[in-house]
């Protein structure tokens, strides 16, 4: 018999999303899987649309495990759902995300295949109302070979949906089957500690289907109430980033050095937030600390002399460009 695949499918107020989520585990060339719905406080009819699709999951001789509980947000809805996993093999999914036909089974495929490696990661599609693009497109990126480091730095992403890990892996390290109950980086708290100084899977093609949901910010046409929660989420995965580095590393100076490359992106998604909603004062402030890291980049210096410095844009300009006829030449050589 194949081993046991777990999905935990958390759900608050999904109603609307439910069919298209489940159908698309029903849809899997993997048969041997069990799906954990934690219906995290919802004040919908998600527990009705969830509980109509148990025929059709036990038919297909899938598991459907219903677990209702008042709202604790993302992180406690995982933290419930991973006291119920049995599987060898777990992946994550929102749901109001698809996983496309072989995510499940070729993932596991893979894991099998590499008993060395805890977790693999596949590419995706963003679905947005203007149409369709991939997670990975940059070659670089897809031969990433320290993926903790880039997930520390911002620089891949990490979508539930796009990786599976092998449970053994992750209980050892969660032995109370428990996660930081924070509101943001459920997913980055299962893939930073299997990827550090371990090999981590790819698989380039893509295995599930994001879906953003461009209702709430799109709307707000107040730019301060939209650079405030967007400046809180990022500050929220600055902390979680910097809280799992220090429970995953224990030598201070590999850890300072972790969390200076988190410094850094946070500065650095800051200081684009403040370009874009024209906040002089958050612009001035975020610079400094930038430099306070020695991050900042010609092109950020660039922006920056544009708002305060206008007459050294041109300079800054003319180095650019030798810079990167340099960097050009040296990569021919």
Not at 176 to 188: A, P, V
């Amino acid at each position: 018999m194949d081993s046991l695949a777990s999905i935990i499918v958390p759900c608050y107020n999904g109603e609307k999303f439910v069919d298209r989520c489940f159908d698309s585990i029903l849809k899997q060339k993997y048969a041997h899987m069990e799906v954990i719905v934690v219906n995290d406080g919802s004040t919908d009819q998600s527990e009705q649309r969830v509980l109509a699709w148990n025929d059709r999951f036990r038919n297909a001789g899938i598991q459907l495990v219903y677990v209702s509980q008042e709202n604790k947000g993302p992180g406690g809805a995982i933290n419930t759902g991973l006291k119920h996993v049995t599987g060898e093999y777990l992946c994550l999914i929102d749901i109001d995300d698809e996983l496309l036909e072989s995510a499940v089974s070729t993932r596991v495929a893979f894991l099998k295949s590499h008993p060395d490696i805890d977790v693999v990661r596949s590419n995706g599609w963003y679905n947005r109302k203007s149409g369709k693009s991939l997670f990975i497109y940059d070659e670089k990126e897809k031969r990433i070979d320290d993926v903790f480091s880039a997930l520390v730095g911002g620089e891949t992403n990490n979508w539930a949906g796009s990786y599976m890990v092998r449970t053994s892996a992750l209980f050892d390290f969660y032995p109370d089957r428990e996660i930081y109950q924070s509101r943001f980086g459920q997913n980055l708290q299962f893939l930073m500690p299997l990827t550090y100084k371990k090999k981590c899977g790819y698989i380039d093609e893509p295995q599930m289907i994001y879906n953003i949901q461009e209702d709430s910010l799109s709307k707000t046409s107040d730019i301060k109430k939209t650079e405030k929660i967007l400046s809180d989420n990022l500050a929220g995965y600055r902390d979680i980033r910097i809280y799992l580095i220090e429970k995953i590393i224990k030598t201070p100076n590999e850890s300072e050095r972790y969390i200076r490359i988190v410094d850094i992106a946070y500065y650095r998604s800051l200081l684009k937030l403040a370009i874009d909603t024209r906040d002089e004062q958050l612009l001035k402030a975020t610079y400094s600390n930038l430099k306070e890291l020695s991050g900042v980049t010609i092109n950020e210096r660039i922006e920056y002399c544009q708002y305060f410095f206008p007459y050294m844009v041109f300079p800054l300009r003319c180095i650019r460009k030798i810079k990167t006829a340099i960097d050009t030449l040296r990569e021919t050589l």
